[in-house]
C-alpha cells in the first residue's frame, strides 16, 4: 500500500505540470474510448447485475449498478462536459499591492492526491477520474465491490488511454486492495494522500469519518425536505412533489419526507394521494396526515430515514414555524425545498435553512454537479468546509500565494 501511495504522490507532480490543452485532448480520448469499449464494459456489467440478483440487491441499488449503451454515451458525454469546461488550475482568485510593494496573487492549484470511496454507481469511476484529472489531481478510486467487475473495465479502458499518451497510468487508479481493511489504510496515509471523500451509505461515512487521519469532505446521507407552505400554487406542489419522489426515488437528492400546511392539507393531500397512487408509491403519515388520507402510520425512525426508495413520509404542521423547526431536526444539510407564492415566507426559508441547497418552487432533484452547469460532480457535499453542495473541478483546488517583490526585506 505505502509504495503504490508512493508512486501516485510522485506522479501527481507529473499532472499538475500538464498543460490544460493536453488535459482536454486526453479527456475527449476517454470519452471516445469508453464509446468505442461499451460492448466490453457492458459484459462486465452484466457480471455485476447477476451477482447483484443472486445477492437480493435492492431495485434502488441496482438501478444505480445498471449500464447500457445509453448509459456508457452518458459516462463519456459527461467526460467530453468535463474538458470543455474552464481551466481549473492556475485561476487568478484575488491579487494586491502590499505598501511596500509586494505584488501578491491568490492562485488555484491541484490539492494532489484524491481518495474518493463509493459505492454501486460505476458511471462515479469515469466522473470521478475525469474530475480529478482535469483539477490537476491523482485519483484513487475504490469503487463497491458490487460493481468490481464493470469498475476494472473503466479503469482498464481509462488508463490504457493515459498510457498511448504517454502518460503514467497511476495518474487513475483503482485502490488494489479493496477490502476494508485495505480502505482503512488508506484513509490514514496523510504523509501521500491530501484528501479523502466518502460517498455512500451512513455505514461507510461514519466508518470513514472516525478512522481517517487524512482530511475528509464526506458526502453523507440525503434526507431531503419538500414543504408544500399555505400560499403554494396547488396544481405546481403536486407536479414538483411528484418529480421530487418519483424521477428516481434511489439516489441522494430524492424527496424523503413531504411537510404540508394544516390550513391547506384537506384539499392538497387527497390531489398528492391520487398523483403519488398513480406511481406506486408508499405513503406513511402523522397522525394529522391520517385524519385527510387513508394511509399507514409513520414512526419518529420513519422521519429519520433515507428510503432511497419508492416510499415517502407526510408530516402536517401549523405553519412555517413548525415546518422549518421539523426539517432542523431531521435534515442532513442536503436540499431542502418550500413552494410558496409568498414572497416573504420564501425569503425566511431560504435564510433560516442550514443546508448546501435550498430551494423555492423547484425540485430538490436539481442538486446534481450537471443541472448546475458543473459538468460531472465528485459528489455532494454535506460538509461545510471546504466544498458543500455538488462538488465539481473548481472544488478539487486549493491555493497558495505567488509573491513578487524587488528587494523588499522586513
Not at 426539517?327 to 431542502?336: A, M, N, P
Request: hydrophobic share 40%; proline share 2%.
Amino acid at each position: 500500500m505505502e509504495k503504490y501511495l508512493q508512486e501516485a504522490k510522485e506522479a501527481s507532480s507529473v499532472l499538475a505540470s500538464l498543460k490544460g490543452e493536453k488535459k482536454n485532448s486526453v479527456l475527449n480520448k476517454i470519452a471516445a474510448a469508453l464509446e468505442e469499449n461499451s460492448a466490453l464494459i457492458i459484459e462486465h456489467n452484466r457480471y455485476d447485475m447477476e451477482e447483484g440478483e443472486k445477492n437480493g440487491l435492492s431495485s434502488a441499488l441496482m438501478d444505480r449498478l445498471f449500464l447500457d449503451e445509453g448509459r456508457i454515451k452518458g459516462m463519456a458525454q459527461a467526460v467530453r462536459e468535463i474538458a470543455a469546461l474552464k481551466e481549473p488550475v492556475g485561476r487568478v482568485l484575488d491579487g494586491w499591492v502590499t505598501d511596500n510593494g509586494l505584488r501578491i496573487e491568490k492562485v488555484s492549484i491541484p490539492i494532489g492526491v484524491v481518495g474518493i470511496i463509493y459505492e454501486s454507481r460505476p458511471n462515479v469511476t469515469s466522473d470521478a477520474a475525469a474530475l480529478c484529472f482535469k483539477s490537476g489531481n491523482v485519483a484513487i478510486l475504490k469503487g463497491g465491490k458490487e460493481a468490481q467487475q464493470s469498475n476494472e473495465a473503466i479503469a482498464k479502458i481509462i488508463q490504457n488511454t493515459l498510457e498511448e499518451e504517454g502518460l503514467p497510468k497511476g495518474l487513475i487508479s483503482l485502490l488494489p486492495d479493496s477490502s476494508r481493511e485495505g480502505v482503512a489504510k488508506l484513509i490514514k496515509m496523510d504523509r501521500y494522500v491530501d484528501l479523502i471523500i466518502p460517498r455512500g451509505g451512513e455505514a461507510l461515512i461514519r466508518f470513514v469519518n472516525e478512522n481517517a487521519t487524512v482530511p475528509v469532505v464526506k458526502h453523507d446521507k440525503g434526507l431531503c425536505h419538500t414543504y408544500i407552505h399555505k400560499d403554494a400554487d396547488m396544481d405546481e406542489a403536486v407536479k414538483i412533489s411528484i418529480n421530487a419522489k418519483c424521477q428516481r426515488p434511489g439516489v441522494c437528492n430524492a424527496m424523503e419526507t413531504l411537510i404540508v400546511d394544516e390550513e391547506i392539507a384537506g384539499a392538497v393531500l387527497p390531489k398528492l394521494k391520487a398523483a403519488f397512487d398513480e406511481y406506486s408509491t408508499k405513503l406513511l403519515g402523522d397522525e394529522k396526515t391520517r385524519k385527510f388520507i387513508d394511509i399507514e402510520a409513520a414512526s419518529e425512525e420513519d422521519f429519520d430515514t433515507e428510503y432511497l426508495a419508492n416510499i415517502l413520509s407526510i408530516k402536517v404542521v401549523e405553519g412555517i414555524d413548525d415546518a422549518i423547526a421539523h426539517i432542523r431536526k431531521y435534515g442532513s444539510g442536503h436540499s431542502e425545498a418550500i413552494l410558496t407564492q409568498n414572497y416573504g415566507a420564501a425569503e425566511r426559508f431560504l435564510n433560516e435553512i442550514d443546508a448546501a441547497c435550498v430551494y423555492v418552487n423547484a425540485s430538490t432533484r436539481f442538486t446534481d454537479g450537471g443541472a448546475f452547469g458543473f459538468g460531472a460532480e465528485v459528489g455532494i457535499s454535506t460538509n461545510k468546509l471546504h466544498a458543500r453542495g455538488p462538488m465539481g473541478i473548481n472544488d478539487l483546488t486549493t491555493y497558495k500565494y505567488k509573491i513578487y517583490g524587488d528587494g523588499q526585506i522586513r
